[in-house]
Nanobody
Framework: QVQLVESGGGLVQAGGSLRLSCTASGGTFNSYTMGWFRRAPGKERETVAQITSSNRTYYVDSVKGRFTLSRDNAKNTVYLQMNSLKPEDTAVYSC???????????WGQGTQVTVSS
């Protein structure tokens, strides 16, 4: 069973930066596509960024140029570097990993990111 633990959330002023980490245990980390998702109050969950096992990345348009997703397979960890944060980035951020069928089957508990104006 794969377990994911996120860290790095918090409160930051607009224009500031945070780095989220997601560490996996169990399974074969380097074979997973990893994703970060967020859910703001009253809104649907949104895919923020994804990184494949071959390090191809995808970003939602609203974070392109501000967020960077990377992975360290030796540490079973993905990092979401978030720069130039905006109040609209405020949400609970969760990481997830795909299963062998390519579906996001494993989820972390989420970490709160709050950006004040």
């Amino acid at each position: 069973q794969v377990q994911l633990v996120e860290s790095g959330g918090g409160l930051v002023q607009a224009g500031g930066s945070l780095r989220l980490s997601c560490t996996a245990s169990g399974g074969t980390f380097n074979s997973y596509t990893m994703g970060w998702f967020r859910r703001a109050p009253g809104k649907e969950r949104e895919t923020v960024a994804q990184i494949t096992s071959s390090n191809r990345t995808y970003y939602v348009d609203s974070v392109k140029g501000r967020f960077t997703l990377s992975r360290d397979n030796a540490k079973n960890t993905v990092y979401l570097q978030m720069n130039s944060l905006k109040p609209e980035d405020t949400a609970v951020y969760s990481c997830a990993a795909t299963n062998g069928l390519g579906s996001y089957a494993y989820w972390g508990q989420g970490t709160q990111v709050t950006v004040s104006s």
